[in-house]
C-alpha cells in the first residue's frame, strides 16, 4: 500500500500572521478511497489517514497546532476527491478565533469534488472571541453525481467564560457550483459585536450559537428534507430546513454549540444513509 505523498511548501513570510496552507487530494483504487496527496505550508496539517468504516471511507483530522488563529492569519484548505473517491474531514477540537487587536484573519475552505466522489466536512465548533475580526468562506464545485456534506457550528464569545460578543465581526460566506460553474446556492453575511441584530427574531434571538447542515448532490428527495423536520430539536434550540433541487440546507440556533451542534449531528445521522447510502458513525474524536 503507498503512503500519501507529502510536501511542506515554502514557510511564510513572519511577522503578518500566518499564511497558511493545506492541499489534500483523494482518490480511489478497487474500491479503497485513499490520501493520495497531502502539502502544507505553515501550521496548517494532517498526521496520517483512518479507515474506520473500512476501506470505502478515507478520514482525516485537520491539525491547526497553534490552536487557534490569530489576527493577521490567513489559512486556506484545498480538497480534491478524484472519481469516486470518499472523504471524511474532522478537527481535533473547536477552532478558536483570538482577538484581533486590528488585525482581520481568514480561513477560505476550497474543495473540487470529480464525478461520484463524496466529502463530508465535520469540523467541531468554531469559537469567536469577543474582539475578533474573522471571516469564514466555502468554495465547493460538484462534478456530475458527486456529493457534499457540511456542518459548520459557530459561538459568538467564549460562553463559559460568561463572555458576549460586543466587538469585533464575523463574516461567512458559502457558494457551492455545478461542474459548469452555475451556482447552485450561495449565501454570505455577518454579524458585527454588539449589534441589536443579534437579539432580533431575524438575527439570532439573542442566542450565541448558530450553525448548518448542507447537503448537496444530484438532486435532494423529498424524504431527506421531512427527515429533517421531523426532528424535535433539544431544549433552547430553534431550527429550519429548506431544499432546493439539488441543495438542502438546515440552520439551527441555541444558547449553546453543543446544543446546536447536537441537533444538526441528529440530522446528519437520519441523512447519511439516505444521501450517501452508509450508517452514521461519531467520529471517536469527538467522544474525546
Same mark, same amino acid.
Given at each position: ?154 459561538? /459568538?464569545?467564549?460562553? +463559559? *467564560? ?5 466587538? =469585533? #465581526?464575523?463574516? %461567512?460566506?458559502? @457558494? $457551492? ?87 444538526? /449531528?441528529?440530522?446528519? +445521522? *437520519? ?5 450517501? =447510502? #452508509?450508517?452514521? %458513525?461519531?467520529? @471517536? $474524536?469527538?467522544?474525546?
Amino acid at each position: 500500500m503507498r503512503r500519501a505523498e507529502t510536501h511542506e511548501l515554502q514557510p511564510p513570510a513572519t511577522g503578518q500572521g500566518w499564511d497558511a496552507q493545506l492541499h489534500l487530494g483523494f482518490d480511489a483504487l478497487d474500491g479503497r478511497s485513499r490520501l493520495r496527496r497531502a502539502r502544507h505550508q505553515g501550521p496548517l496539517r494532517v498526521q496520517r489517514s483512518f479507515h474506520p468504516e473500512g476501506p470505502g471511507v478515507c478520514q482525516v483530522l485537520v491539525l491547526h497546532p497553534p490552536g487557534g488563529i490569530a489576527g493577521g492569519d490567513r489559512l486556506t484548505i484545498t480538497l480534491d476527491s478524484g472519481p469516486g473517491a470518499f472523504a471524511q474531514l474532522s478537527t481535533p477540537g473547536a477552532g478558536k478565533w483570538y482577538r484581533a487587536a486590528g488585525r482581520p484573519a481568514r480561513q477560505d475552505l476550497q474543495a473540487t469534488l470529480a464525478e461520484g466522489s463524496v466529502i463530508e466536512w465535520l469540523p467541531q465548533e468554531s469559537i469567536v472571541f469577543d474582539g475578533a475580526e474573522a471571516t469564514m468562506h466555502n468554495r465547493i464545485r460538484l462534478a456530475d453525481g458527486a456529493c457534499w456534506l457540511g456542518l459548520e457550528v459557530t459561538v /459568538l464569545g467564549r460562553q +463559559a *467564560r460568561g463572555e458576549h460578543f460586543t466587538q =469585533g #465581526r464575523v463574516q %461567512l460566506g458559502s @457558494r $457551492i457550483d455545478d461542474a459548469a460553474g452555475r451556482p447552485l446556492w450561495f449565501e454570505q453575511g455577518g454579524w458585527t459585536g454588539g449589534d441589536p441584530g443579534l437579539a432580533r427574531p431575524a438575527g439570532l434571538h439573542g442566542q450565541p450559537a448558530f450553525g448548518s447542515l448542507v447537503l448537496a448532490g444530484p438532486a435532494i428527495a423529498a424524504d431527506w428534507l421531512a427527515a429533517c423536520r421531523s426532528l424535535r430539536p433539544p431544549p433552547g434550540v430553534e431550527a429550519g430546513a429548506t431544499a432546493l433541487p439539488r441543495v438542502l440546507l438546515l440552520r439551527a440556533r441555541g444558547a449553546s454549540a453543543a446544543a446546536v451542534r447536537a441537533h444538526l /449531528l441528529a440530522a446528519w +445521522a *437520519r441523512l447519511r444513509p439516505l444521501a450517501l =447510502g #452508509r450508517e452514521a %458513525l461519531p467520529l @471517536r $474524536i469527538w467522544q474525546t
